[in-house]
């Protein structure tokens, strides 16, 4: 299928209209037999990130300041354009009930905080799966003409009936891992959505959760990722590392859970784990590039 004209904007698209576009969306769940999803692609002019809004991203996640960007916050960043490319008319599927499977981060070098990026973000096909179809949503980062950050999310559009995967056997961290307890607050959702634009409901309170079939808000799975980089970035050497994360069970909020991290031979794994340090929330790997 031909390729869309790039959606561009000189400014990041405002976020209510798209998430007013996100909701009152009738669209489909999943993809009708023989439809495919077109060629997207949606372009922001280079800026620096706004200091402020740096600022409390690190507060949210955990980051200290060290004049870098977070290797997870092109994502937030990024994520009015992902709004804007995934409520777009040529999208075929809607927005809200998809699910966030994983995330690969490969950020190239670290890049300095004041250093304007050229985003962009594109979605090509989809694969058919036992749970329902899966896509992937492609973002960069170029700095100074070049490529300095990609991630790929893997989005799942659930089919009905569907039974979701079973947890795995036996323990995901080593015995010996370094565990941590983590106290998650009921406004994380919230204080997530203002630094990252999203503002889908089952992240925002019980109330609005109850509306897509969970008993409470649930942290964003991107902020999972972040607040792991902030707690392990520190031990490795700067430049280039990459990040993967695969996404388990929904993190409720308010909540506590434990986090887990041990090393391997190039970089470090990690679990996110219940209270009790057994059923997965999350786990993959950070290392060097």
Aim: hydrophobic share 45%; proline share 12%.
């Amino acid at each position: 299928m031909p390729a869309s004209a790039p959606l561009t904007f000189e400014r990041p698209p405002s976020i209510w209209p798209l998430m007013a576009r996100a909701v009152l969306a009738r669209r489909p769940a999943l993809l009708a037999p023989g439809r495919a999803v077109p060629a997207l692609e949606a372009r922001l002019a280079p800026r620096a990130p706004a200091p402020a809004l740096l600022e409390a991203y690190r507060e949210v996640c955990g980051f200290e300041p060290d004049g870098k960007l977070p290797i997870t916050s092109p994502h937030a960043l990024a994520g009015p354009l992902h709004l804007a490319l995934l409520t777009s008319p040529a999208f075929p599927v809607k927005l809200l009930g998809l699910v966030h499977l994983r995330a690969r981060i490969a950020a190239a070098r670290a890049i300095g905080e004041r250093e304007p990026l050229d985003l962009r973000c594109r979605v090509e096909g989809h694969r058919e799966t036992e749970r329902g179809q899966e896509f992937d949503l492609v973002t960069e980062a170029r700095a100074g003409g070049q490529l300095a950050w990609t991630e790929v999310s893997t989005l799942l559009a659930r089919r009905p009936g569907a039974r979701p995967p079973r947890p795995p056997g036996g323990p995901v961290a080593p015995a010996t891992a370094a565990a941590t307890a983590w106290t998650l607050a009921a406004d994380l959702g919230r204080r997530y959505a203002r630094v990252s634009g999203d503002y889908n409901p089952i992240h925002l309170s019980a109330a609005t959760a109850r509306l897509f079939g969970f008993p409470r808000a649930i942290a964003h799975g991107m902020w999972t990722a972040a607040r792991v980089a902030a707690e392990l970035q520190p031990r490795l050497a700067g430049g280039g590392a990459v990040l993967t994360i695969d996404f388990k069970l929904p993190v409720p909020l308010p909540g506590r859970v434990t986090f887990r991290d041990w090393p391997l031979e190039r970089g470090l794994g990690f679990a996110v784990l219940d209270a009790a340090g057994e059923r997965p929330h999350a786990v993959g790997t950070f290392g060097p590039a």
